[in-house]
């Protein structure tokens, strides 16, 4: 082993990924089987086997640690009423204005047991303020659950977000220091105020908030929103600057070492502590300790140690994607980008000496390392990767890089009259080129790799495998890369085809698990439609983006939102905001809510054209016929809610397969549509408002006669589905998929009257 140390740790976080998301003792195992591997062989040294056992060890320790302190007490908690000690580390306001106060727990009471678990805890603490001692009283549940979205259930683990709690009772609160994090945020805000572009302060200091959603979802299609993060370009630009000064000054090169380090450290204090921040920070740290202590610098060692002194405190941060994305990306450029140039360099050979050009050979190179890199790890977090990245960098590197230095430079010479102006002009102008070039290449055909069939994997494990041939054998004297750059572009290009080739016509229907809420993907022939967007919890707009884009859904012909009720529309700004929407259906309220003038304004923001339901609408959806049904006079039944009871009516037909979703129709609105009958018996129902007994009632059942039924529901307070609802559906449906229990459920029928369903890993076939 060449570098043991760097050997040792990345077995360390190997075995840590490894542990946090198969478990303890399938990463055992493995572990013990590499590590006896190792051990047998006496080429290595025996303190070098026996550091990588060590380390592995200690990684299965740390998982197993978290698992008994944190994990395990947050389930056995859940459904407990108890009484709870913290302090108040992050107050979270959301989308309908509603705020959570996230608390650090000190200590926790129940039935079960007193304990201080190692967790944190959302709770809604009326009144509380950002640093304060808070006890209370709640019945808590655990914040993951088995038919969670995978991202969801990494995201909650790794920020240690394992328990929430019911309706705060009994609360005091005692005034306390703001967290430091919070304060260091703060000094931030008023340290560099002024920043005038947006663009430029996204750039300069990682504030994605102040683009647009629109902006930096061109970004993230791209493959350029590591530009949005604070990480090692922008410690290499201070490093630089800092070294340039002081050498202008007669500085030593170990005095300049030790001032990047200062900086370092101080940087990284005011940006926050991030995962990026801390994985570029430290690497920087560690190469100029090393010439502080005259010991060789090794890019690779500092990204193991780094990795280490980030995950060794907080275990579970392995399975972030903002570490993942960071430590891959920074690893493929050290490993890549160094052969990728000498490669692309070499391709002509009269330039190859020529500056200019080894800087534009370096540039795609990087690029492309990055690339590389990232790839298996944007596959395995959102079952997607876009193939604009490289051009995208290419174009829009030096622009964007040009805006992030005017930025620095304006907050340097923003106090001189004037000249802060200019500064800040050159860099708006600068900023809208650079995202007109991002819009043209986010306007080039394909642009989207999914992961939803192996072969994507075999592909890019094969062409991974050939570019890491390419790399080893490139020192060998008279080798010419040209024929494996050529085998490359070949794998490559099969990958892009497989990755297009399309599928077989077939309607697909997919429920997305969205809590007490809902939506419905329908795809057919090419067409993609939505039917409503809207949950009770914050977390699901995010899912529900990462769902369509994993469906291969780039726009959408149609968004319809069957009623204005905020669990079937909460996301619906979010939904305009990421993907190109043909147009919105509606239904029509005669007295429209403050919720239906808010998605009429959303759309119109957003230009997208707004069809209003009356009666009954057609929509063009390949070989499925897509019918909206409107309730078109006014309800005489009293005790009905109106909102809910004007709910569209969407019915999906394809060959001999049929569906029917309902949205929150009550007694009313069903009893009113079997009146004209427009539907003859269906092979699937959405089950009306969550399993409400408000709804199903058994004539609009015996009349339908559905073979499968779904509900779309989540915990609740309102008892959803009822007892009677369930009763019902058993008696006349042979299967039921819930949401709360089976997660999104896709069901798929080429339009014979069968349909496969599939829901998280299980998978089946219905008649």
């Known amino acids: 082993m060449k570098r043991p140390l760097c050997n040792a740790m990345l077995f360390f976080l190997a075995v840590l990924f490894f542990g946090a998301t198969a478990g303890v003792p399938a990463a055992a195992l493995v572990a013990a089987a590499v590590a006896l591997f190792f051990l047998v062989l006496e080429r290595y040294p025996l303190r070098d086997r026996l550091l990588c056992a060590l380390l592995g060890l200690f990684a299965l320790l740390l998982v197993g640690a978290h698992e008994l302190l944190a994990l395990a007490p947050s389930r056995a908690l859940s459904g407990q009423p108890a009484a709870i000690k913290g302090r108040v580390v992050d107050i979270r306001t959301w989308e309908d204005g509603s705020s959570s106060c996230l608390v650090k727990v000190t200590g926790l009471a129940s039935s079960l047991q007193v304990i201080r678990p190692h967790t944190h805890l959302l709770a809604e603490l009326e009144g509380a303020e950002l640093g304060d001692r808070v006890c209370f009283e709640a019945v808590l549940h655990a914040s993951l659950k088995p038919a969670q979205e995978p991202w969801l259930q990494r995201s909650l683990r790794s920020t240690n977000q394992?328990?929430?709690?019911?309706?705060?009772?009994?609360?005091?609160?005692?005034?306390?220091?703001?967290?430091?994090?919070?304060?260091?945020?703060?000094?931030?805000?008023?340290?560099?105020?002024?920043?005038?572009?947006?663009?430029?302060?996204?750039?300069?200091?990682?504030?994605?908030?102040?683009?647009t959603g629109a902006q930096y979802e061109l970004f993230r299609r791209t493959g350029m929103v590591h530009m949005l993060t604070f990480s090692g370009t922008h410690f290499a630009v201070l490093a630089l600057v800092l070294s340039g000064l002081l050498q202008l000054f007669g500085a030593y090169r170990r005095q300049s070492s030790a001032a990047v380090i200062a900086l370092s450290l101080l940087v990284m204090a005011v940006m926050g502590f991030e995962t990026s921040v801390a994985r570029a920070g430290l690497m920087l740290i560690l190469t100029h300790l090393?010439?502080?202590?005259?010991?060789?610098?090794?890019?690779?060692?500092?990204?193991?140690?780094?990795?280490?002194?980030?995950?060794?405190?907080?275990?579970?941060?392995?399975?972030?994607?903002?570490?993942?994305?960071?430590?891959?990306?920074?690893?493929?450029?050290?490993?890549?980008?160094?052969?990728?140039?000498?490669?692309?360099?070499?391709?002509?050979?009269?330039?190859?000496?020529?500056?200019?050009?080894?800087?534009?050979?370096?540039?795609?190179?990087?690029?492309?390392?990055?690339?590389?890199?990232i790839t298996p790890m944007l596959l395995y977090l959102f079952g997607e990767t876009t193939t604009r990245a490289i051009p995208a960098n290419l174009l829009t590197y030096l622009p964007l890089m040009g805006v992030m230095l005017l930025g620095l430079l304006q907050l340097a010479l923003g106090w001189v009259p004037g000249l802060g102006g200019l500064v800040a002009l050159l860099a708006d102008l600068l900023g809208r080129l650079s995202l007109w070039l991002l819009r043209a290449v986010d306007a080039l055909p394909g642009g989207v790799l999914y992961a939803d069939a192996l072969d994507t994997w075999i592909v890019y494990g094969a062409l991974l495998l050939l570019v890491l041939l390419c790399a080893r054998f490139r020192r060998r004297e008279g080798y010419s890369p040209r024929p494996a750059m050529a085998g490359g572009a070949v794998v490559l290009l099969a990958a892009l085809l497989l990755a297009r080739v399309p599928a077989a016509p077939a309607l697909r229907i997919t429920m997305v698990d969205m809590g007490q809420g809902m939506a419905f993907l329908v795809q057919d022939g090419g067409a993609n439609y939505l039917i409503d967007c809207g949950s009770d919890h914050n977390h699901a707009a995010q899912g529900l983006l990462t769902t369509l884009s994993r469906a291969g859904v780039s726009q959408l012909d149609g968004l319809v939102v069957t009623h204005a009720h905020s669990d079937h529309a909460s996301a619906f700004e979010a939904v305009l905001e990421h993907f190109a929407v043909g147009r919105v259906y509606l239904g029509v309220e005669e007295a429209p809510s403050d919720l239906y003038k808010q998605l009429l304004e959303a759309a119109a923001r957003h230009e997208v054209p707004v069809v209003f339901?009356?009666?009954k609408q057609a929509l063009p959806a390949g070989e499925t016929a897509l019918t909206l049904y409107a309730q078109h006079v006014r309800l005489r039944e009293p005790g009905g809610d109106a909102i809910n009871n004007s709910s569209l009516f969407v019915h999906v037909e394809r060959g001999q397969s049929s569906l029917l979703l309902t949205g929150d129709a009550e007694r009313e609105a069903e009893l009113f549509y079997l009146g004209y009958s427009p539907f003859e018996e269906i092979d699937v129902l959405q089950v009306a408002h969550h399993g409400s007994n408000t709804s199903s009632l058994p004539p609009f059942l015996l009349h339908t006669r559905p073979a499968v039924a779904l509900i779309s529901v989540g915990r609740n307070s309102y008892g959803h589905p009822t007892e009677a609802v369930l009763e019902r559906l058993s008696a006349l449906t042979g299967h039921l998929y819930r949401t709360d229990q089976n997660g999104s459920v896709t069901l798929v029928t080429t339009g014979d009257g069968k349909f496969t369903v599939r829901y998280e890993t299980r998978e089946g076939a219905l008649s």
């Open 613 to 615: 339901v009356t009666t």
């Open 290 to 373: 090393g010439a502080l202590l005259f010991l060789q610098a090794d890019a690779m060692t500092s990204l193991a140690v780094a990795g280490f002194l980030i995950c060794a405190p907080r275990p579970y941060l392995i399975e972030s994607g903002s570490f993942l994305l960071s430590f891959t990306a920074t690893a493929g450029v050290i490993l890549l980008a160094g052969p990728f140039t000498k490669a692309l360099a070499g391709l002509i050979p009269a330039l190859e000496a020529w500056r200019p050009w080894r800087s534009l050979c370096a540039s795609v190179a990087v690029s492309a390392a990055a690339t590389m890199g």
């Open 162 to 211: 394992l328990l929430t709690a019911g309706s705060a009772k009994a609360l005091t609160r005692q005034p306390g220091p703001i967290p430091l994090a919070k304060q260091l945020q703060a000094l931030r805000e008023r340290l560099f105020p002024r920043v005038d572009s947006d663009l430029a302060r996204a750039l300069l200091f990682g504030d994605r908030a102040a683009l």
